[in-house]
Each structure stands twice: as structure tokens, then as C-alpha cells.
RNA sequence: GGCGGUGUAGCUCAGUUGGUUAGAGCAUGCGGCUCAUAUCCGCAGUGUCCGGAGUUCGAAUCUCUGCACCGCCA
């Protein structure tokens, strides 16, 4: 085992045929604020996102637009890279599905896999919906119709290559009993077990009806599966086969694929059985999320409810929804997301709670000291209660974040900020002020509650990355040089430090 | 239909291996402070722990059963 601090994790890549929304946008938060956390913590950080372009449905949509494929491909990806730069995603490579350096792993591994002799050419048969040009499974059907369009269907057969994928279903079970962790939350652990034990059937790999893919090697009739094609990207992108710059050697495995839960199964079992195929070692854990209700309701276009996270960000701030978004919602369960929730948590969390925080803390300081921090002299009782209380919860917010658990580390961070609410309460530091024999116990108190908001800005850094900066900026340290692995014990500030006097880090919403 | 899960305060949920008056946050009511973005701190509640039966000295927790809701079944 490495003893290396690597850590590689990954969103879906996004398919074109759809803009972004808030789904995508939670992911790639939640990623982001995992990267950012390791980072922080001291790690090498690999964070792929990217787009998956090619199937028949981009195909089609592009002819209908009169425009070539990629041509579609090139105009969605750069909405969803303006979003990543605009929600702060701080994503170490973006990988298209288009690329060669990604065409070229897809053939590679299809070959090795092919070479054991786990891929053979065989015959697809399924409902066919001609006007569609889309296959569906018996059950998908709609009285016997296709479900997309309620058109009768046919019964329909291709050329397929397939992947032996029932071999491998003995080995996955073992896999998944021996590692509990591997797929998260537990729930879905359970149905995919389930599924497995049901039995796994080989899985078609090839295409034959649209051109818009990778071609299969050696046999350019067959475009290869999107999925087959998709999956592989979390390779590509290292550099897989080549490597040519240790990339896949000092990533490979993954520490976590965070995915919808709708997408689970390609995840824990197609991909893992390529791998296996391929002789490649699997992922260490695939995190599958919830998905976000509206107001109560369902997303969908016919709703009109879809959230367009660039007008939330445009009207809330990006730190705000990032806050939202991950401390609403334990992560792997469903959530709604409404604008009163929204506006709540600003007002209650972001505002009152911190914000103000900030804004009375360096208020006093400036009023009291001109701004300038004195060195802690003898420590009382409530002193000590709140140092042990950060010096504990330090510790309980890195086991949340390991787990995955934002909202609990979120939630931890605030017993930090209600401490140092309730320090200032204790301390009475305007008491203290109207009496010159006190100077030096108004001053110890003043270092501790910025002590405190130093460690609060630093653990919130990862969730809110600009508010984190800010807050260092006004306690006259640098932002760029606090990483949790060397800042996070108590007593680093430096006496003499000049700290200026915040105004509102967010300003309430009046509603 | 099969498998899995959920049902606890007005709302969102915690409740470890069954053990004294069932908890947190938000919302509500009352009190306190004045440094602060009228913000903060403290106090107070209220619960047939979905229904029923059983095991036990003792069940929110274990067993059975009924009801309701949710997820998965290429």
C-alpha cells in the first residue's frame, strides 16, 4: 500500500443532449468540496468532471439543429465549464468522451478485454421503435408500446458484440460482501446485491444503428456502447494505456466516484466487470447522492421547474448556494430545494449565525484595540471550555468529511460558531472594557474569539471558498497559506496582527 | 409479485449492544445582554415513539402481524 497522500475522485461526466442543472451542479459541489477538503488536508488531489458526447441522441439532435455532432458537443460543453468556473470548481481536468487521447483508451481496453476472450460477436433482439431508432427492453415497454412516443414497436435484431459479463458476477458479489464500503449509502448496496443475486446476463457493447461513437477495432461497422465508452473515461483521462505521465500509475484506483443514484448500476457493476475483464483494479468507493425535488415537485421541463443554478448563483451568491446545497440534505438522501429553505438558511446560518460573528468580533476588536491583536495571558474556565471544544470538534469534522457526511460536518462547524456566540455572551467583553484593570483580560478574550473565527473560516473554507479567504483576509493572515494540515491547533494567530473591521459577509435577505 | 427500506415534538430528523423523567435543529412563547447584519445568549414546553399482539423485571429499540409510504427488480 502507498503511504502517499493521493487521493483521485470524480463526477459523471455530463451528457450533452442535456444543460445544466442543479443535479449536476450538487455533484460536482460535493466533489469540489471533498477536493478542496484533502487538499486542505494535505493531499494531491486529482478531480476529473467532463462531458460524454457521443450516442444517438446527440446524433439526432445535431442533425435536427443542422449541425454536426461535435459542433453540438463544443457549444453544451462550454455551458457547463462557465458553471464550473462560476460555482468555483476547482476541477484538475476535464475530459471529453470526444477527445483521442479518450478514443484511443476505449479501443485499448475493448481490445484487452477481447484478447482474454471475453468479448465475442453475437446477436442483439429487442424492441425496436422505429421512429425513435431506440431499443427497449421488454419491460420498459408501455403496452407494448415505446415508452418515449407510445409507438408500436418491433421485435428487432442486431449484430452486437458482448461482453462475458456473466462471469464475473461470483466475483463481484465477493467483492461487495467484502467491502462494505465500497458502494454508499448502504441502501444502495442492498439493491445491488439484490440485483446481482438475481443473476447477471452478458452485456451488448456495440452499436450497428448510428455512426456518432467510437468505432468498435477492427470492425468499423459497430460504434461502441456508450456506456462501455463513458465508463472508461475515469482512465482516460490518467493517461490509461500510455501513461505517459504517471498519472494513471499514482491515481489508479479511485478513492470515490460520486454519481446520481440513477446511474448506479453502470457504476458498481458494468465498470467494475470491465475492470475486472481488463485485469485493472477496481475503484475504491462509489458514492451514490440523492436527487433534489423543487418546491415539493419533481424537475421536469414540462414543469418549467428545472433550477437554472446560474440565476441562483447570479441572485444568492455562489458561497450561499454552496452552503445550501450541502447542509440542507444529508448527502446520498433526496432533498427539495425551495427558495424559502434558501433564503432561511442565509439569513439564519449564513447571517446571523457567522456573519454576524465576524462583524461583532472585529468590531470590538477595533473598537477596543484599534484593531490590534495582544498576546493571551492567564486562561480562566471558559477559556478552556471553548479551546477543548474546538481542539474535539476539529476531529468530529474530519470524520464527517471522510464519510461523506456534509451536512454533519456542516453542522459540527456550527456548535463552533454557537461556542463563540456564546463566548462573547460569557465573556461580556463590553463589561470588561469599562474598567482599565481588565485590559489584559479583554485583550485574552478578544485573541481567543478571533482564535476561534480563524479556525471557523479555515474549517468552512472547502464548503465556501471565497467567504473562507475573506474572513483570513480580515484576520490579516493569508489565505493561501492555511492548510488545515498545518493550521488547525489552537493559539496560531500572532499577537501584533492588525485585523480590520468586517463589514456584513452576508447580508440578510428581507423577506 | 420478489427483495430492501421508512413510519419518533408543528416541520426536518438523532436515538449506540433493549435499562432511570425519549433528544437536536428550525418554528412558537417568555426572559437577559447591547459588541454586532434588530443580530446574540438563556429558559419553557408539547410527543398513544404508525396500529395490534408477543418475548422480558423492563421495548422507540427484539419477534410476529396489520396499515401507510418509498427504492430496486437490465
Redesign the pocket.
Known sequence: MSVDKRFYLTTPIYYVNDVPHIGHAYTTLACDVMARYKRARGYEVSFLTGTDEHGQKVEKAAHAKGETPLELADRVVKRFQSLWEKLNISNTDFIRTSQERHKLAVQEIFRTIEAKGDIYLGEYEDWYCTPCETFW?E??LLDGNCPDCGRPTDKLKEESYFFR??KYQDQMLEHIEANPDFIQPK??R???L??LR????D?SISRTTFSWGIPVPGNDKHVIYVWFDALTNYISALGYPNDSNDDFNKFWPCDAHVIG??I??FHT?YWPTFLLAAGLPLPKKIFAHGWWTVEGQKMSKSLANVVEPNMLIDKYGVDAIRYFLLREV?FG??GDFSHSALV?RI??D????????????T??LS?YFKGELTTPCKETDIDKVLRDKFIQIVAVVYKHMEAFAFNKALQSIWEL??AA??Y???S????L?KDDDQRERLGTVMYNLLEAVRLISLLVTPFMPDTGARICTILGIDPEDQQLDKHDSWGLLKPGTMVEK?T?????IET
Do not use: Y
Open positions: 427492453t419491460t420498459n459479463m456473466s441502501t444502495r442492498n439493491e445491488i439484490s440485483f438475481e443473476g447477471l446476463r452485456l443514484k440513477d448506479l448500476r457493476i444529508p438522501l433526496d432561511h439569513n439564519s449564513l447571517a446571523n449565525d457567522l456573519g454576524n460573528l465576524v462583524s461583532r468580533s468590531a470590538m473598537k460558531v454557537s456566540n456564546k462573547i455572551d460569557d461580556a467583553p463590553w463589561t472594557a468586517a456584513p459577509l452576508f447580508p440578510r
